[in-house]
């Protein structure tokens, strides 16, 4: 290890605060943010840990873009534009400098993609496994945001893009057998989200409820459900499966209870559903309606002859 922590910001961060004045290049105590009139802050972190949300030989690129995209997706989910970010790296002495340039080079590449600048963060030793965690500022019109609360009976529950994809590669990862073709797409899902930005933006005014599915579509559904205090109806037949995941074995139930998708759940007065085609155009991915919000709590799901799932089988007794 040759980098010290001055050489590291100075170095290697410095370099993506460049082009948002109020990150003062990394060179002070704080970073200044101008909140424009008429909108609220929305912030979100999430942290990673070596051996338990990425593994010592995952390519560190992809973990940085993994780390952001997973706050992205929370900002999305709120219907939020990407403001800036920082970032807390818990250095062990064996991280070596290669992974992390590696590691800076997949923030800088993201960031690009996505307009957004490090504006701060601290870098610490550690005695114990390498720890990455990420805080990421948004903008939203006041009052504008997307909670997962809000969602009313009738309300249709939609979301965008493929279900199951990433649980499929988790699956496949772990040694079940599928056509070589089919591993690439399904893994490019699993190690590289996307969030959905335009969509959230889209979704602000229209959606009553939003979540982005990190933990599942039953699991992130029983939140809405929750913090909305409904019930809801969905259709096992109606779940999107991607051309690859569709007709390999436990597809459907990885669409149902597998995470790591980050598509946007969220519910549509049925009044707005002649908006649907618009909000994919606008989203730049499809939109499913997989079910209907209810009066009565808790969540059924229904097989393709409409019969109610015995909730063993939709995995939601994990939860
Ligand atoms: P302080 O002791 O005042 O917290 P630090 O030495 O921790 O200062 O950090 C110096 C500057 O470098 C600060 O502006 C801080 O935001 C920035 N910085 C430190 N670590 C990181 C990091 N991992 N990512 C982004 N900026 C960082
Ligand atoms: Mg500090």
Do not use: K, N
């Given at each position: 290890m040759t980098l010290g922590e001055f050489e590291f910001i100075e170095r290697l961060l410095r370099p993506l605060a460049q082009g948002f004045p109020g990150s003062l290049d990394l060179g002070d105590d704080a970073a200044l943010v101008d909140v424009p009139e008429g909108c609220q802050l929305v912030v979100a972190k999430d942290a990673i840990v070596e051996n338990v949300h990425f593994f010592s030989d995952?390519?560190?690129e992809q973990i940085a873009a993994k780390l952001l995209r997973v706050n992205l997706s929370d900002l999305a989910a709120m219907g939020a534009d990407p403001l800036a970010y920082l970032t807390m790296i818990a250095r062990p002495a064996s991280t070596s400098d290669q992974w992390l340039e590696a590691f800076v080079s997949g923030l800088a590449e993201d960031q690009n993609r996505f307009g957004i600048h490090l504006i701060g963060g601290d870098t610490v030793?550690?005695?114990?496994?390498?720890?990455?965690?990420?805080?990421?500022?948004?903008?939203?019109p006041r009052g504008a945001a997307l909670q997962?609360?809000?969602?009313?009976?009738?309300?249709?529950?939609?979301?965008s893009g493929t279900l199951g994809d990433a649980a499929m590669a988790l699956r496949i990862q772990r040694g079940l057998a599928v056509p070589e073709e089919m591993v690439p797409p399904l893994l490019a899902r699993y190690r590289m989200p996307v969030p959905r930005?335009?969509?959230?933006?889209?979704?602000?005014?229209?959606?009553?409820a939003a979540i982005d599915i990190s933990d599942g579509l039953v699991a992130d559904l029983a939140h809405i459900l929750e913090r909305s205090k409904v019930g809801a109806e969905i259709e096992m037949a109606n779940l999107p499966l991607s051309e690859a995941a569709r007709g390999l074995p436990g597809a459907r139930l990885s669409a149902l209870t597998g995470g790591d998708d980050y598509e946007l759940l969220f519910t549509l007065p049925p009044e707005h559903a002649q908006h649907l085609p618009a909000l994919a155009e606008?989203?730049?991915?499809?939109?499913?309606?997989?079910?209907?919000?209810t009066a009565e709590p808790g969540l059924r799901v229904l097989d393709a002859n409409g019969r109610p799932l015995a909730l063993e089988r939709t995995g939601y007794r994990h939860f």
């Open positions: 995952d390519p560190p030793a550690t005695t114990g496994p390498l720890v990455l965690s990420l805080t990421i500022l948004g903008l939203v997962r609360r809000g969602a009313r009976p009738g309300d249709l529950v939609c979301v930005l335009a969509l959230g933006r889209a979704l602000r005014g229209l959606a009553t606008r989203g730049g991915v499809a939109v499913s309606v997989i079910g209907r919000i």
